[in-house]
């Protein structure tokens, strides 16, 4: 179970972000950093840092360092490495492979909302959605809200809630910075 919810943590963070047209990335800078505190029912949490460490005209090369707590038991995920395509309009269905993995997704909202994070106050856009698959006979779905600002380095995610049948768990922006 906990390698499930580190995988899809991960790969949630690291795809979402902006609308097709735009892609926040190309703003970054190497050294810049974001880091989230995950909260959750049966007594998960961690934190997550991601850290720009290579960037050209074409591409940006990124860290995610995690530690995740469930149940008592922690865990520090093996450090990965993301690249994003600067050339190409920042796509989050696309970025996390949900086509080819044959999962639906279903836009349910969208709005603007003020929300407070990391001590900062950030105007968001805020969308709602709910993503399905199957796989091995067993559908799972997923329910997500995040909201995004553009004054938050890299995806520019604010905030994320994710409801997995009747585990719920929100990641939140705790900090930003540059080295």
């Given at each position: 179970?906990?390698?499930?919810?580190?995988?899809?943590?991960?790969?949630?963070?690291?795809?979402?972000?902006?609308?097709?047209?735009?892609?926040p990335?190309?703003?970054?800078?190497?050294?810049?950093?974001?880091?989230?505190?995950?909260t959750g029912?049966?007594?998960?949490?961690?934190?997550?840092?991601?850290?720009?460490?290579?960037?050209?005209d074409?591409?940006?090369?990124y860290?995610?360092?995690?530690?995740?707590?469930?149940?008592?038991?922690?865990?520090?995920?093996?450090?990965?490495?993301?690249?994003?395509?600067?050339?190409?309009?920042?796509?989050?269905?696309?970025?996390?492979?949900?086509?080819?993995?044959?999962?639906?997704?279903?836009?349910?909202?969208?709005?603007?909302?003020?929300?407070?994070?990391?001590?900062?106050?950030?105007?968001?856009?805020?969308?709602?959605?709910?993503?399905?698959?199957?796989?091995?006979?067993?559908?799972?779905?997923?329910?997500?809200?995040?909201?995004?600002?553009?004054?938050?380095?890299?995806?520019?995610?604010?905030?994320?809630?994710?409801?997995?049948?009747?585990m719920?768990?929100?990641?939140?922006?705790?900090?930003t910075?540059?080295?």
């Open positions: 179970m906990r390698s499930i919810i580190v995988a899809a943590l991960l790969v949630s963070i690291a795809s979402m972000g902006h609308a097709a047209a735009d892609n990335f190309t703003r970054a800078k190497v050294g810049d950093w974001v880091e989230y505190k995950m029912s049966n007594n998960i949490a961690g934190t997550t840092k991601m850290t720009v460490v290579a960037k050209d074409k591409e940006l090369t860290e995610v360092a995690a530690t995740f707590s469930f149940l008592g038991n922690e865990t520090t995920a093996p450090v990965q490495k993301m690249k994003i395509d600067l050339t190409k309009s920042y796509d989050p269905i696309v970025a996390a492979n949900l086509k080819q993995n044959n999962v639906k997704i279903e836009k349910e909202g969208e709005g603007t909302e003020k929300i407070k994070a990391g001590g900062k106050e950030y105007d968001t856009k805020w969308t709602k959605c709910k993503a399905t698959a199957t796989a091995n006979n067993m559908t799972i779905t997923t329910d997500y809200k995040m909201w995004f600002s553009k004054d938050v380095p890299l995806s520019g995610l604010v905030r994320m809630e994710t409801t997995i049948s009747t719920t768990t929100t990641l939140e922006l705790v900090a910075g540059s080295k």
